[in-house]
């Protein structure tokens, strides 16, 4: 009774006051109808969604000006505000939402790994789980397509090009020594912990103009920004001991982790073929802080000191004693980041990075000091005009100090420089619909040591073909200056340039993706110098050439098999090189022709264990061979590689790590050394270079203490 | 950690007294949501949500909503969506209402929602989040029966992950129990639900104390 009185009262009430009705049609961009958009007045209880014909119709008793609703799931929401009496039979297009997880993507030339990515190659986990990568945050990079094995020397050699050619970039900023530094034939690793980033994106080719001086690729890591929790880690290995803690407070967190890593002990059990006069010894410790400001704004500073030493003779054809080698390293980076949000939909990202690079090198009877004091400061900022439309431009100022002070028996001499280079550079991101996206750029850069100014175009385009389909391409232009190694000696060069042509198709459905990459390069301006090695006497000049083309072919499944995930992946690469020494065009000795790869991860859950498992596979490399005359015309055996790895969680809390590399032992060949003169018979001998050891072994027991009792190093490994 | 399903039921009575329009709607969407129409109720929250500006629990619910309806979804992308807008609405309702630990809480049921899809790729970050969440939500209200009843059931399924035996956690599940029986029970559309949850898993608890 009580409630049809209530009915009749509000009856009279509409009445009273005069009812409107709202009516109309929601379309997507194509005009097809969208059945169950909601569709309402702002600030009143009057709505409804839409019929299976896309149509709608509500009353209301507002009045007035007031503001239409029209929000659908992975459509932007609609609005818009006008007298009452204008809601009538109005057609309302809904546009997609282009940050939906099935909008385009451009990303031609990038693989992503990290929680945020739209389509990722590696999981964050990948960079520590994958058999072989022995917890060096390159490891698992280098089973991507587009990447060389170049097993003896540990960096990341892509599409052709050296070592010295990818840059890595923490938070937007510069680091400048990445690797520790090794001796001749074993492979360096990398300095920053891997359990430091959320995310990673590591581009093969064609990258956004936000960054430069590197000619094939850039590695870009994004540190973490809070921590969850306290803990204190202990690891114990059989290369060393780790202590880690982080402390937390409201606003801010520190993190401290050291490491003290020597080999004498492993050495001892397993001599390889360098006769050792002190194993590697090494001591490091890196801190990261962060500040979360009131307004948003996030301070991290990440510092890092580490100091390595050690001291082997080396097997040589042309010295019968053998080669010493001998290298003290002290290492220190600082970098520091600021990123806020502003107010009108801008940000500011802006950092310095700096490094000091100390080493003394014994090289028989010689004794050199090399000393590098890099910096990096960058000013970025960002407007975000609409999901569809975003800009960015920046400009930052590289430093580089190198001194080197070399004496022997019969020579002594010093040598140094500054080579500061000035860069800006402007960027847009344009999403003309879900399906098609584009991003332009332009970056200048002026040398301040070469006396020249540089400018590079970068473009790169994505078109979403079907539902799990799209097609890219990149075009972009790219600038370094020669390395340290010349600039020692000479400075008047050009910058090195290369040109990169990609065009990428990828398929992803359902945890499985397939990706297809072909590139062309073409290199110009690249160092040449007449002497066999470099030299100050040497003749430079800058009329180096060369190219690259190739494909890479990548698929990781994460479906089909339960409880596996794998990934294959197969480069073809076919490059040419005039540069530096070289008699003539020819393919460089760490490039191979054909390089694959397979990783394979399984969760055994009876077990409370993590297998892993990889084989890495790269044709022969390009030798001289002075018995037959011609000029890196013969190849060496193929490369193989079959890495096992195996995680036992004793408990939450504990873990136990094996891992084997080259489980197998196959023995490799890394390349051929030749006498300087022939023997009595007129021909030059020659030693086969191999990897210091076969195998390489590694036990490792890792505990975290904390109040959360499932945390554990996993993350680490 | 994919055991962790939350099946939220919610208890309201309709009442015969006149209705505030914010009370006709609530109840309405309640509603239709009890019938699993599920895209009406989150929308008819919505609406409720543009007029009542200073109450968190339409958007709260909006969210909450998008993420029990986006477990057991096969599609990253509309997983991916639906979470996303769930985040959005749970972030303006904890606007309103700062430090709730209700909506604390419902963070910690989105994460879950990504971990369960697939737990290899998210669950690394966002497991130690929701571990976070939990003890800062214990901190704010120790005596809150849900927050006991999620923080348990997400240790229970870390120790059924490692092989654990999860009868410690049994005591707990009693102590929410007794702690849903004492709630008082005095604002509307409160959500108070769970206490049936609870007793489902004590049942279990009662039949098998270890996995073993």
């Known amino acids: 009774m009580k409630t049809n009185l209530f009915l009749l009262l509000t009856f009279f009430c509409y009445n009273l006051f005069g009812q409107s009705t709202i009516s109309g049609k929601i379309i997507d961009q194509q005009g097809v109808p969208i059945i169950g958009a909601n569709v309402y007045l702002n600030g009143t209880y009057d709505g409804t969604a839409t019929t299976d014909d896309g149509t709608f119709s509500f009353e209301t008793t507002s009045t007035g000006i007031q503001t239409l609703i029209a929000s659908f799931i992975s459509f932007e929401t609609y609005s818009k505000t006008a007298e009452i009496g204008n809601f009538k039979n109005i057609t309302i297009k809904l546009k997609d939402d282009v940050n939906a997880l099935d909008a385009v993507t451009v990303n031609a030339g990038t693989f992503n790994a990290g929680d945020n990515a739209k389509v990722t190659a590696l999981k964050p986990l990948d960079i520590v789980t994958t058999a072989g990568a022995l917890g060096d945050f390159v490891g698992a990079l280098q089973t991507l397509p587009g990447t060389s094995n170049v097993a003896e020397d540990g960096r990341l050699f892509v599409r052709g090009g050296g070592a010295e050619e990818t840059q890595i970039f923490v938070d937007g900023m510069r680091v400048f020594t990445p690797y520790s530094p090794s001796a001749n034939n074993i492979p360096v690793r990398g300095r920053l912990s891997p359990f430091l980033f959320k995310g990673i994106a590591f581009s093969t080719g064609g990258y956004s103009a936000e960054y430069g001086q590197a000619l094939s690729s850039v590695l870009l890591l994004n540190s973490i920004d809070q921590p969850q929790e306290e803990k204190t880690e202990i690891s114990v290995m059989t290369v060393g001991l780790g202590l880690g803690n982080t402390q937390k407070w409201k606003k801010s967190s520190l993190s401290l982790n050291t490491s003290y890593i020597n080999l004498a002990p492993y050495q001892k059990l397993y001599p390889d073929n360098n006769e050792w006069h002190k194993p590697v010894e090494s001591i490091g410790g890196e801190a990261v802080y962060r500040y979360k400001f009131n307004n948003e704004g996030l301070l991290k500073v990440y510092g890092a000191y580490s100091s390595a030493d050690f001291d082997l003779t080396q097997e040589d054809i042309n010295v019968a004693d053998g080669v010493r080698f001998g290298l003290k390293n002290e290492n220190l980076y600082i970098n520091a980041s600021y990123q806020d949000f502003m107010k009108k939909d801008w940000s500011i990202h802006t950092g310095v990075s700096f490094a000091r690079d100390r080493s003394v090198i014994k090289l028989n009877e010689a004794n050199i000091t090399d000393i590098e004091n890099s910096a990096h400061l960058k000013l970025v900022f960002k407007k975000y005009f609409s999901s569809r439309y975003k800009l960015n431009f920046g400009a930052e100022y590289f430093l580089t100090n190198f001194k080197e002070d070399y004496q022997d028996s019969s020579f002594a001499n010093k040598f140094k420089f500054n080579n500061n280079i000035f860069s800006s550079f402007i960027e847009t991101d344009v999403f003309f619909s879900k399906k098609f996206a584009a991003k332009v750029g332009l970056r200048g850069e002026h040398s301040e040591l070469l006396q020249e100014f540089t400018l590079s175009p970068r473009l790169s385009l994505a078109y979403k073909a079907g539902e799990n389909s799209q097609f890219s391409l990149a075009y972009g232009e790219f600038f370094q200056n020669p390395t340290n190694q010349y600039l020692k000696f000479n400075s008047d060069f050009k910058a090195e340039n290369t040109t990169h042509y990609i065009a990428n198709y990828q398929y992803s459905k359902n945890k499985q993706i397939f990706r297809a990459e072909a590139y062309y390069k073409n290199y110009g301006n690249l160092v040449k110098y007449d002497t066999l090695f470099v030299l100050p006497t040497s003749t430079f000049n800058n009329t180096g050439s060369g190219f690259a083309k190739g494909l890479d072919i990548f698929w990781r499944d994460n479906k089909t098999i339960k409880n596996t995930e794998y990934w294959m992946s197969y480069s073809y690469l076919d490059t040419k090189r005039d540069y530096q020494n070289y008699l003539t065009s020819a393919t460089p000795d760490f490039a191979s022709k054909h390089n694959a790869s397979l990783v394979v991860k399984r969760w055994i859950e009876d077990w409370k264990s993590q297998l892993g498992l990889s084989y890495n596979y790269a044709s022969g490399r390009t030798y001289t061979d002075p018995n037959k005359g011609g000029f890196l015309t013969e190849q060496a055996k193929s490369f193989n590689s079959l890495n096992v790895n195996y995680a036992y969680l004793i408990s939450p809390q504990k873990i136990l790590y094996l891992s084997v590399s080259n489980v197998l032992g196959t023995k490799n060949v890394n390349g051929y050394q030749y006498a300087d003169q022939p023997n009595m018979d007129g021909v030059f001998n020659r030693r086969t270079i191999t990897p210091a050891a076969d195998r390489f072994f590694f036990i490792g027991f890792f505990w975290t203490i904390s109040d959360n009792k499932n945390d554990n190093q996993l993350d680490q490994l | ?212």
């Open chain 2, 1 to 212: 950690m994919k055991s962790v399903v939350l099946i939220a039921t919610l208890i309201f009575t309709l009442s015969l007294t006149a209705q505030t329009p914010y009370e006709k709607g609530m109840n309405k969407a309640f509603s239709l949501w009890e019938q699993q129409k599920n895209t009406e109720a989150a929308q008819l929250f919505e609406r409720i949500a543009s007029v009542e500006k200073d109450n968190w629990l339409p958007s709260y619910y909006v969210g909450l909503i998008e993420i029990i309806s986006s477990f057991g979804l096969k599609d990253e992308a509309l997983l991916n969506t639906k979470l996303t807008r769930a985040k959005e609405f749970l972030d303006s309702a904890s606007a309103i209402s700062k430090d709730n630990p209700e909506i604390m809480i419902s963070y910690a049921l989105l994460n879950t929602a990504y971990i369960a899809f697939d737990g290899a790729k998210y669950g690394m970050t966002l497991s130690g989040e929701n571990v976070a969440i939990y003890q800062k939500a214990q901190a704010i209200a120790p005596n809150n029966p849900r927050v006991l009843l999620g923080k348990t059931e997400w240790d229970m399924g870390t120790a059924k992950f490692f092989g654990k035996s999860t009868a410690p956690y049994c005591e707990d599940i009693e102590r929410a129990i007794d702690l849903f029986e004492a709630e008082e029970q005095a604002i509307p559309y409160y959500p108070y639900s769970g206490i049936e949850r609870a007793k489902e898993i004590s049942n279990n608890c009662k039949k098998e104390t270890s996995p073993k």
